[in-house]
């Protein structure tokens, strides 16, 4: 198993232990002055008398802090500060001071911090763990809270959602209360057929606040928008979606009463009540027992005895194998088929980062260009740093390996925002739009995402919400290659070679293919204006789904998008409204309250006096409040508006700007 690169010294000097250890000293060929990488007497002490010990590592670059943050997950500092505050024991403390020399970092421990946090370590374990609410982040539910949360989706969608027991915690396992494991299941039950899935896992470390809640509004946002956004809606009439909102119920518990708690509750072996548990990310049974995981039953991140060991664990481990096939031989080299079907994504908090396997080895994944692909696509929606995943050291018995190295499904870690507790502010106006932007697209490509992931998108399809039966309409977009994030490396150029849509069945369904032109006359960019001219009259009446992909000059596909075209029964109706304005004056047409429109092409055209300055305003009522949607404001009194009307109500506003006289508008709809 090859190290990560970015450490010189051989692995002897990474494990040099300090004077209060009683391990013998490294061999004489580590290039290391032990006095400059050992814990002092008083730093010992420090670690004996203290449940937490919280270190701080001031470093030099974006690359320092990448390494640490995918080894360690920081719980304070971060990459603009140029310092990180991890928690950890005292063997990594002195690893970290080892490779401290080798990269201009200093690594001491943080004694203010540290007293912070084992007086509210004291004070939760005080006070127990029955909070039924987030003091200070009200954006965030409690365990109690997701669960009401997801039974009311259930409710409310009955026919898109479920919501299922498929294991234990702990705490519940032992017959001490805890939790039901949880997942809620999204996808259209009247719709048959194979369908690929996506399984997100959420809050494994129970420290983690934003994780869960992201997961739950992704959730809430895929069932709101189902019938209303195309996309949306195919997505859910065939692939399926399984959320595990509350992974660690029993440590998130304790988390949301303000501690710093990583691991579940299991004590085994460990007799301090702050530092039991084991960390559910390295207790996975693939690669279980390599490097980054612990033996020490009170260390942060304690292996567990034996892989699978952890309840919630076993819990996922049979969720993923009951739902993905197995794509992938038994050999680490082993590729699975470049068509695999499914994804999988971990959620966690925090530092800005999509790691995909593996991570306890530098060797590439067997499908590791693909991997590497869809990361950087991922990572292009929330800006994070794309990454394989292993870091300053491999870490083992983590999710992703587990569904990758086991099953060979595409799978992900995805490390929200800035910190365990984030403000709700950032949150809401930063996290939550951005990686639920992430999630979708990951969603878009489930259907084979070591192929979609490298093909092109399809963005901004438009045409007419509504067409006369026998007409033709306009269909145009944008086939776009250049949409990864380029920070860590590069994607190849791809240019587009073609675009093409399809009617009502999608192309995995055998839909027929149209072809589109590039609208400047040939393809070969890496970002290309399509249009075609869609006719309807073998359409019926109703509501259609017009699906879009494009193709790289590799012939990769990329995921499709969609939008809905309803096809009327009648010719479009004009209109005509006259009425007469002083200067500065306006008025409505055919009224203040407007007029209800199923949607489809608005289009108004106003004349007035030859010698005024008449302006035509089209505004839309949204719940009491009218804005305009579509405007001509020319020097004369003669002006046009044409507009792609969602369903609505609407209303005509003609301005004499200028001038005074009569005027006539004419309205078709």
Known sequence: MKKSPSLALPLSALLLLSACSTSPTPAAQAPVPAVSATASP?????????????????????????????????VGGGKAQRYVLVDVSKDDFERLRVTALTRGWKVQIDETETAKQNAALRQVNAGGVTSQSISGYACYRTVEETYASAQSLVTQYPNLASWS???????????????????????????????????????IHGREYTTAELVTR??????????KDADVTWMLDTQEVDLILQT????????????????NVNPYGCSTASKQGTDLNRNFSFAWGGGGASTDPCNETFRGVSGGSEPEVQTVQNFLKATFADQRGPGRTDAAPAGTPGIYLDIHSYSDLVLWPWGDTSTVAPNGTALQSLGRKLAYFNGYTPEQAVGLYPTSGTTDDFAYGELGVAAYTIELGSAFFESCSSFTSDVLPKNQAALLYALRTAR?????????????????????????????GTIDSTRFNNSNGSEPSRPVSGAEYFVDTAPWAGGTAQAMTASDGAFGG??????????TSALGAGRHTIYVRGKNSSGTYGPVSALFVTVGGTTPTTTTYTGSLGSGASAYQPNASGFSYAGGTLKGSLTGPGTADFDLY??????????????????????????????GTYRWNVLAYSGSGAYTLTETR
Do not use: H
């Open 618 to 647: 089209l505004q839309k009522l949204s719940g009491s409040t009218w804005s305009n949607v579509a405007a001509s404001e020319g020097s004369t009194s003669t002006e046009s508006v044409s507009y792609a009307a969602a369903s």
């Open 218 to 227: 992704f959730g809430e946002y895929l069932l709101a928008n189902y019938g």
């Open 448 to 476: 084979a995402p070591y192929q979609l992931g490298s093909g092109p998108d399809a963005l901004n399809v438009s045409a007419p919400a509504s067409v006369a039966t026998g007409a033709s309409f306009t269909l145009t």
């Open 165 to 203: 027991p498929i294991g234990q915690s702990w705490l519940k396992t032992q017959g001490r209360g805890g939790y039901d494991m949880n997942v809620l299941r999204l996808t259209n039950r009247n719709t048959g057929g194979t369908k690929p899935k996506m399984v997100v896992t959420a809050a």
């Open 526 to 535: 890496t970002q290309e204006g399509v249009r075609a001219t869609v006719g």
């Open 42 to 74: 008083s730093e010992c002490a420090t670690f004996a008398a203290n449940d937490i010990v919280i270190t701080r590592i001031d470093f030099n670059t974006d690359r320092d802090f990448i390494d640490i943050a995918k080894t360690f997950e920081p």
């Open 248 to 263: 660690n119920p029993d440590g998130r518990k304790k988390a949301e009463a303000g501690a710093l708690w990583r691991k």
